[in-house]
């Protein structure tokens, strides 16, 4: 079997062990985030690590199976002081969800004991066996493993053990890839969107988007402290090109509020309110093919009947340069 064959096996057994739970939303992922994320991240890290010297191999199946335990987290505990509670090596503590189906992956999960362990211990682990199993070498075994385990950073780690982690190249281009996805960019702007649609799902039973865009500065601003933390130049080059798109949305935003109705019709506020719709299930990539194969599309037929306003042109060219955008980050590209 060619290794692209390998891969995709082993791709369809992470899609199907993501959906081996029925819980929508769980703390700041939903169901379909584990698997987009998963497929973005593998897309940046090979980007990435091109520019690293990474071994493609070892990054597309570290990447395809980081996160393949992620969903036995549940909701992150909380102390009797209100702060999260962590363990000795400073990783928040989570609640354990137990699937509602099983497969090969939780079965060997239980035959290994890895309940109770942080994801990215458990995930190197089965990770590891997963290969074998599937007949690749012991090395290349334990090397994706590393990488794997090495893709949380442990807070309590000295310099000397945060090198020895860090090492190989690979390590670091799966760790950069997995913090700028979340926290950078176009794809974590959607994920900030859903972030507080769930919250407000929670709480009012109804998404607000002039609420919801009322938060997005701070949260932009909040991400400067990312660039820092990461590891390869190429990393923070990606980080600086998605914070300075994130910037941009920012001034977008404004001068939006400003035009009012039309901007909620056509612009960037049109495309909030849009995403914001879908979030009692959502997923990133059906939104993008809606965007491009509905919600654009409708615009410019409107256009047509309402060509009076000296705006909306302008505004809907702006709306299809930001799903392009997406896209692009979606890919890895950007
Ligand atoms: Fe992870
Ligand atoms: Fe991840």
């Known amino acids: 079997m060619s290794i692209e064959a390998r891969l995709s096996k082993l791709q369809s057994l992470v899609e199907e062990t993501f959906l081996l739970w029925d819980q929508v939303r769980i703390g700041w992922s939903w169901r ?8 973005r991240v593998r897309a940046l890290a090979l980007e990435l690590g091109k520019h690293e010297g990474a ?3 070892v990054v597309a199946f570290a990447a395809t199976l980081h996160d393949i335990t992620k969903r036995y987290d549940g909701n992150v505990i909380m102390g009797p002081d209100g702060k999260r509670l962590v363990d000795k090596n400073g990783y928040w503590m989570t609640e354990t969800l137990q699937p509602t189906r099983e497969n090969r992956v939780t079965r060997l999960y239980d035959a290994l004991g890895l309940a109770g362990q942080p994801h990215h211990y458990s995930g190197a682990v089965l990770a590891e066996h997963l290969l074998t199993e599937e007949g ?5 075994a334990a090397s994706v493993a590393a990488v794997i ?7 309590t780690a000295s310099p000397e053990e945060r090198e020895a982690l860090y090492r190989a190249p690979e390590a670091r281009v799966l760790s950069d890839a997995d913090l700028i996805d979340a926290n950078l960019g176009l794809v974590a702007f959607y994920r900030n969107i859903q972030i507080h649609a769930g919250r407000m799902l929670q ?3 109804c998404v607000d988007p002039g609420a919801y865009i009322e938060v997005v500065e701070r949260w932009v601003n909040s991400k400067d402290s990312f660039l820092e933390s990461l590891l390869t130049p190429s990393g923070r080059e990606v980080a600086a090109q998605r914070q300075a798109r994130n910037r941009q949305l920012v001034e977008w935003i404004a001068e939006e509020r400003a035009l009012g109705p039309v901007a909620w019709e056509y612009g960037l506020l049109g495309v909030i309110a849009f995403l914001l719709e879908d979030s009692y299930d959502p997923c ?3 939104a993008l093919r809606l965007l491009e194969e509905l919600w654009l599309p409708n615009r410019q037929a409107r256009l ?5 306003s000296p705006h ?5 060219v702006r709306s299809d340069q930001f799903r392009n955008l997406l896209h692009e980050e979606v890919a890895g590209r950007l």
């Open 32 to 39: 379909h985030y584990y698997l987009n994320h998963t497929l």
């Open 55 to 57: 071994d493609p191999d």
């Open 136 to 140: 690749f070498s012991p090395e290349f």
């Open 149 to 155: 385990r090495a893709h949380v950073a442990p807070q």
């Open 203 to 205: 709480q009012t039973g």
């Open 284 to 286: 990133l990539t059906r």
């Open 304 to 308: 047509s009947n309402d060509g009076s």
């Open 312 to 316: 909306a042109r302008a505004l809907l």
